[in-house]
């Protein structure tokens, strides 16, 4: 039986993006987080948290978690994304 090896990268061009400007400060900023909610990223995200309000100055940090660590975050979630400064994601194990 012959074997078939696949190949995982995409074969399709990306969609040209410019990076956003990055900030000079955090301070009195809003900044968001999104889990994939495994068990490793709520301690990360609390002292995240703690650091970014104690140390930079953020006035604000918004956690969203996704209904499925192995899937894109929700719509719901990237449309409330939009209104934040800033943003973090990270995945935990």
Do not use: C
């Amino acid at each position: 039986m012959p074997i078939e090896v696949l190949d995982p990268t995409h074969g399709g061009g990306g969609a040209a993006f410019q990076l956003a400007p990055r900030l000079t400060s955090l301070a009195g900023k809003t900044v968001g987080v999104i889990s994939n909610n495994k068990r490793g990223t709520r301690p990360f995200f609390a002292a995240l948290e703690r650091e970014l309000i104690d140390n930079h100055g953020a006035a604000s940090v918004v956690l969203k978690i996704k209904d499925n660590y192995s899937a894109p975050a929700s719509a719901a979630i990237m449309a409330e994304a939009e209104t934040w400064d800033v943003a973090f994601t990270g995945i935990g194990d």
